[in-house]
């Protein structure tokens, strides 16, 4: 038994799979359509502006037919009952943990609902296509790129998430291949730290060895059985069992 008090929680396109929100690298995953250097790198855009705006128009426009699944509200349920500090940092671009009522959030890999300003920067909420070229509504002065972070991008607030791992008791992964860094890379800085971890996937992550416990299974029902574990404790402690 470990006391618990700041949680940090990654979480990956697998936790909105039961959303019916495709994964990047499952057998229909994103990627096998695309090439990633064609749709989600700086270079891409600058060849084919109108082709990578139109791949994140069609998943932004799919938002509108998805659902927070029972793992988002269990974390959003988690979020609004822990006392401690709690950090929930998703790569997913899509907003079902925002509409699940997860407050303590961060989109390290930016969002499909905000534009990108080419020419001030500034960051705007976008409901419609990007490829009929609405201007950015700070400056007045220049179309909007999708607001996500490509491949040789800086995921945002990399300093607020290593803050947040170097003090946190408990890391849990949710649905997340552990394929790309810098994320797949927290798992060993919160060990280096102290911290507890611990692993929800369907099947093992690429950093598996790295976490205490691995828990396989669909995320939909996983989530919701740890939440209701660690908060009908009582108390601030946790049995997440170190097996390794
Ligand atoms: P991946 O598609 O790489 O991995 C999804 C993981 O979720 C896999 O390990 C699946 O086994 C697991 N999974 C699938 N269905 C699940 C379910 N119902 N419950 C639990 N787990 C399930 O997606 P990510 O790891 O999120 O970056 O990919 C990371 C980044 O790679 C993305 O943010 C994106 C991509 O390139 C950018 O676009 C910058």
Not at 74 to 84: E, P, V
Not at 130 to 140: A, E, F, T, Y
Not at 189 to 216: C, I, K, Q, V, W
């Amino acid at each position: 038994m470990r006391e618990i008090n700041n949680i940090v929680i990654l979480t990956g396109a697998g936790i909105s799979a039961e959303s019916g929100v495709a994964t990047f690298r499952g057998p229909d995953g994103l990627w096998k359509g695309h090439r990633v250097e064609d749709v989600a790198t700086p270079e891409a855009f600058q060849r084919h502006p109108i082709l990578v705006q139109k791949f994140y128009d069609e998943r932004r426009a799919k938002l509108q037919g998805v659902q927070p699944n029972p793992a988002h509200l269990a974390l959003a349920q988690l979020d609004a009952a822990w006392g401690g500090d709690l950090l929930l940092v998703t790569q997913n671009v899509d907003d079902l943990h925002n509409r699940a009522g997860s407050k303590r959030l961060l989109h390290m890999h930016g969002e499909l609902l905000s534009g990108l300003c080419l020419a001030c920067g500034e960051r705007s909420p976008v409901a419609g296509n990007l490829s009929d070229g609405p201007v950015c509504p700070h400056c007045r002065q220049s179309a909007m790129r999708p607001d996500i972070v490509w491949f040789g991008e800086m995921p945002y607030q990399m300093d607020r998430i290593e803050s947040a791992l170097s003090q946190c008791d408990l890391f849990v992964s949710i649905g997340t291949s552990g394929a790309v860094y810098p994320a797949a890379g927290f798992v060993r800085s919160a060990r280096h730290y102290g911290a507890l971890t611990l692993e929800m996937n369907l099947d093992p992550s690429d950093g598996s060895l790295y976490f205490n416990e691995s828990r396989m299974g669909k995320a939909g029902e996983l989530v919701p059985a740890w939440v209701d574990d660690i908060l009908s404790s009582g108390t601030r402690f946790c049995d997440v069992m170190l097996k390794r």
